[in-house]
């Protein structure tokens, strides 16, 4: 799980483990498996290479990879587990966020690949992305509890998530995360201001000069840029002049108006006798006086407008160094001046006004706190009615677990309000004891893997219809446990397979019979290499399976018969 509220499970959507696919890894050479929803049971003798198949998974999830796995007939091996996911899933803005992310928002396909060398490469739909992203996605769809895993019911941090789902605070928790930023926001504008107006204290001198410095030179914006344009035409000035006094003259000295004039009366005294033959040679020559009497007139305003411009190529000049020089002395372009000129009349007038203005921020953090404060502590009270709730509601699934003699308590601790945090000001911890009269301590401490797995399954049922993930996966949770607990057990599991898809690696008979979809794994020798195999049991091969576990190698008629009314009875 991530430890965001807006991660926190809710009424699970669709998705499943739908397909796991092995190569070379350790002793399986090539294995294609594929799991439907509800139950799913894998069973087989000791040694058959069961934990083979959760350590592939967990690879294809993001677990550490280790030396060895790879068979020693291969350079490398690879993983890939296959999930059907609603496109409402959350694990894809996730992934988009991340940038992984897919048009097709059906399938999701994790895969692993592991040299020899121990290095490996992770893919989330084909893209290349880092092991810890595959860990985290992993973490969204799916939970393993194995025999030595890491279960998320010891790590303190998501013991507080546990309690939010149960008591559904996720709206709550929303709200309190926006107070949480409101208030760090409020926070990060007074230190900024404080800072601000501490720094221009030691500098009020400067900043006072700096204000009238810029105030007296009055930068224009975009200023230096115009400036060096206009340096550049000056410089060409007397060419400019040159060409203008050229061309006026050349027009006037050629004769083409008055000639224009003349062609155009000599045609129009016979145009009528013409029929019409001139009419374009006249219109022609119309266009032709009308557009020289615009050159010379666009001539004549040029040659105005640059005597006009009394500016000196020495006044341009100087004022583009005077821009520049006071650009350097703030470590900024000239053309920002005026912006900066704005920024320094700002910062002077906190300066002017600082107790004022620091006084309103500190009221806007004050006011921002108490909120929060006042949210987080009704966050706290509710958390400590759920932590009952939730205690007697475990408390009940124990007894027929095997699990008759433990207790399970849930602290709520307030925080240091340096560890205050954007979902709330409480350190949950899920505390437990074997026996009464004995301290409670850290569950891990104090019970054995199985017991382990039982604790996570009670809460699971518990919480099943806000589950955290898509998939879970239980390594052995009836270890040590056989007759009615086995059967509590079973249909604990099965009850929590109704709502999320629950994988099963169990030596139970009964809690196999419950399977709606039963795989046997097998170790077999051929050519005197030792591969593990897995066969989905139907019909008469699951009995036999469920005999075998029932009554070991020798198969017994009566283990036979039983086997049927366990498939019968689930």
């Known amino acids: ?49 069961k934990s083979i198949l959760l350590d592939a998974l967990g690879l294809a999830l993001g677990a550490r990879a280790e030396v060895g796995l790879v068979s020693t007939e291969s350079k490398q091996a690879s993983v890939t587990a296959q ?25 999701l396909l994790l895969r692993r690949v592991l040299n020899s060398d121990g290095r490996s490469r992770a893919f989330i739909n084909d893209i290349p992305v880092s092991v810890s992203l595959l860990r985290q996605t992993g973490k969204m769809i799916s939970e393993i509890h194995g025999q030595f895993e890491q279960y998320e019911l010891l790590d303190p941090n ?44 030691q500098d009020a001198a400067f900043l006072r000069d700096s204000i009238e410095e810029l105030l007296e030179l009055s930068p224009e914006e975009d200023e230096e840029t115009q400036l060096a344009n206009h340096r550049a035409f000056l410089a060409n000035r007397a060419r400019i002049s040159e060409a203008l ?30 029929e019409g033959n001139f009419d374009n040679a006249i219109s ?29 190529l020495e006044f341009v000049e100087t004022r583009l160094i005077a821009l520049r020089r006071v650009a350097r002395k703030h470590h900024t372009q000239p053309n920002a001046l005026p912006s900066l000129l704005i920024k320094l009349q700002n910062d002077f007038e906190l300066l002017e006004h600082k107790e004022d ?29 759920a932590a009952r709730k939730l205690e007697q509601a475990v408390h009940k699934e124990l007894p027929p677990l095997k699990l008759e003699s433990a207790e399970i308590k849930i602290e709520n601790n307030q925080l240091e309000e340096v560890n205050w945090g954007p979902n709330g000001i409480d350190k949950v911890r899920f505390m437990a004891r074997a026996n009464p009269g004995h301290p409670f301590g850290e569950m891990h401490k104090v019970a054995s893997g199985g017991e382990l797995a039982r604790f996570a399954l009670a809460l699971k049922v518990v919480l099943s219809n806000r589950s955290f993930a898509s998939t879970l996966i239980f390594d052995e949770v009836d270890a040590g446990i056989g007759g009615a607990t086995a059967d509590a057990v079973g249909k604990r599991l099965k009850r929590l397979s109704s709502q999320v898809q629950t994988l099963v690696i169990t030596h139970s008979p009964q809690v196999a019979a419950l399977g709606e979809h039963h795989y046997q794994v097998q170790k077999k020798v051929e050519n005197g290499i030792t591969r593990t195999t897995v066969t989905k049991l139907k019909d008469e091969a699951r009995r036999e399976e469920i005999a075998r576990m029932l009554s070991g190698s020798l198969i017994t008629e009566e283990a036979r018969a039983q086997a049927e009314r366990l498939i019968d009875s689930a």
């Open 245 to 274: 006094t050229s061309a006026m003259q050349s027009l006037e000295n050629s004769g083409a108006a008055t000639a224009i004039r003349q062609s155009e009366r000599s045609l129009a005294r016979l145009a009528d006798a013409a």
């Open 158 to 201: 998501q013991h507080r998530e546990f309690l939010d789902v149960s008591a559904n605070l996720e709206e709550t928790l929303k709200s309190l995360n926006s107070l949480w930023s409101f208030w760090h926001e409020a926070e990060r504008k007074f230190t900024e201001a404080s800072t601000r107006v501490a720094s221009m204290q």
């Open 83 to 107: 999930f059907e996911l609603s496109d409402t899933h959350p694990v894809w803005s996730y992934l988009a966020e991340a940038g992984a992310g897919s048009d097709e928002q059906d399938l």
């Open 284 to 312: 022609a020559l119309e266009r032709a006086g009308i557009e020289l009497a615009e050159a010379e007139q666009a001539l004549s305003a040029s040659m105005a407008s640059l005597d006009a411009n009394t500016d000196t």
């Open 357 to 385: 203005q620091l006084s309103d921020l500190r009221d806007e953090v004050t006011l921002a706190r108490s909120k929060y404060v006042l949210a987080a502590e009704d966050v706290s009270k509710k958390r400590l009615v």
């Open 1 to 49: 799980m991530v430890g965001s509220y807006d991660k926190l499970g809710t009424v699970n959507k669709h998705a499943m483990l739908t397909a796991l696919s092995i190569r070379n890894l350790v002793i399986i050479e090539a294995l294609d498996l594929s799991f439907g929803a509800g139950l799913n049971t894998l069973t087989g003798e000791t040694g058959a290479g």
